[in-house]
């Protein structure tokens, strides 16, 4: 990913409380990344940042469009995208990443980048089957698709007992 300013929130300047940001994503914010699942899209980040003593709280709300190419066809075709998402950064000692959600930073931290959080919040939002929206209501071409799983389980008959193998015959009767 490119280092790209216009995505990075300066943290240190904030006072105590709660502030708003909100970005537009576009063609221009996709090509920062060295991916190939999106190229481009339309959408509308608004970013609720709640800042304390302690700790930041970030509530993402990505909202729009983004082109996708059909598995299916290999058309491209627009999947609407509408993802709340929620980081929170603590202060420490030094910078980890201790959970998906949750980010520690140093105090002495300037600026948040943000850049890479959007985009895998919106990479988490699009579907692992990527259809045309006149496939999607289209019956599953798998003959095996509405087959039903079967979980049965049987008692051992008189039968079985005769058959069974002597030496878990002797496990049983160590009781």
């Given at each position: 990913?490119?280092k790209?300013?216009?995505?990075d929130?300066?943290?240190?300047?904030?006072?105590?409380?709660?502030?708003?940001?909100?970005?537009?994503?576009g063609r221009?914010f996709?090509?920062?990344?060295?991916?190939?699942?999106i190229?481009?899209?339309h959408?509308?980040a608004?970013?609720e940042?709640?800042?304390?003593?302690?700790?930041l709280?970030?509530?993402f709300?990505?909202?729009?469009?983004?082109?996708?190419?059909?598995?299916?066809s290999?058309?491209?075709?627009?999947q609407?995208?509408?993802?709340?998402?929620?980081?929170?950064?603590?202060?420490?000692d030094?910078?980890?990443e201790?959970?998906?959600?949750?980010?520690?930073i140093t105090?002495?931290?300037?600026?948040l980048?943000?850049?890479?959080?959007?985009?895998?919040?919106?990479?988490?939002?699009?579907?692992m089957?990527?259809?045309?929206p006149?496939?999607?209501n289209?019956?599953?071409?798998?003959?095996?698709?509405?087959?039903?799983?079967?979980?049965?389980?049987?008692?051992?008959?008189?039968?079985?007992?005769?058959?069974?193998?002597?030496?878990?015959?002797?496990?049983?009767n160590?009781?």
């Amino acid at each position: 990913m490119k280092k790209d300013s216009q995505y990075d929130l300066a943290i240190a300047k904030l006072a105590p409380k709660t502030h708003h940001f909100a970005f537009e994503l576009g063609r221009a914010f996709f090509e920062q990344f060295d991916q190939q699942l999106i190229q481009d899209g339309h959408l509308h980040a608004d970013v609720e940042l709640t800042k304390t003593d302690l700790l930041l709280t970030l509530d993402f709300h990505i909202k729009g469009t983004v082109r996708l190419i059909c598995d299916r066809s290999l058309e491209d075709f627009d999947q609407p995208i509408d993802v709340r998402h929620q980081l929170r950064v603590r202060f420490g000692d030094q910078y980890l990443e201790l959970d998906d959600d949750v980010l520690q930073i140093t105090p002495d931290t300037q600026t948040l980048p943000i850049a890479q959080h959007l985009f895998d919040y919106i990479g988490l939002a699009i579907p692992m089957k990527k259809l045309h929206p006149r496939f999607q209501n289209e019956p599953d071409d798998n003959p095996d698709a509405d087959a039903k799983l079967i979980f049965t389980t049987r008692q051992a008959d008189d039968e079985d007992e005769d058959n069974s193998d002597p030496r878990w015959d002797a496990l049983r009767n160590l009781n």
